[in-house]
């Protein structure tokens, strides 16, 4: 088999191989801090570059003890929030985390974060691969990352 030939299916087949955390890329990445150690709410635009559709199952971080899949949203005129095992990334889409509607839970902190502070969150996916992101913490008046 020529060199070249093999060079090629070694890079067709690297990009078969690929991960879903490579195809996705987090913008937006901030977490809304609470007063006297309320869970911190997290958003973050994803977006899937890929073919195929990514799913986020879990994520973490080395800040808080706990993180948690969320989605709030109403129902009969009331404001719910429950826990999801996973949020869908559609092909070459996006899946937004943001105030009202799907979100992450961070509870516990492991030390009191403040505004402006760069939070570590590790995106985990369906496939075993992940994605750390930085997370800037904002005020609980904050509406969005800026």
């Known amino acids: 088999m020529s060199a070249l030939l ?10 078969a191989l ?6 996705v890329h987090a913008s937006h990445a901030w977490i809304r801090l ?12 994803l ?5 195929q559709a ?8 080395p800040d808080y003890a706990n993180v948690m899949l969320h989605r709030s949203r109403m129902v009969d005129g009331m404001s719910t929030m429950t826990r999801v095992e996973h949020i869908d990334i559609p092909a070459h889409g996006q899946a937004t985390l943001a105030p009202g509607g799907y979100h992450l839970m961070l509870m516990k902190a492991i030390r009191p974060p403040k505004a402006g502070d760069k939070l570590k969150v590790i995106l ?12 800037l913490a904002r005020p609980a008046n904050a509406v969005g990352p800026g």
């Open 18 to 23: 690929a991960t879903q955390a490579e195809h």
């Open 54 to 61: 990514a799913q986020l199952s879990q994520a973490s971080s």
């Open 34 to 45: 609470l007063p006297a150690g309320l869970p911190a709410g997290g958003y973050v635009t």
């Open 124 to 135: 985990r996916f369906a496939d075993g691969s992940s994605l750390p992101v930085d997370f």
């Open 6 to 15: 093999l060079a090629g299916l070694l890079l067709a087949s690297g990009s």
């Open 47 to 51: 977006r899937n570059d890929s073919a």
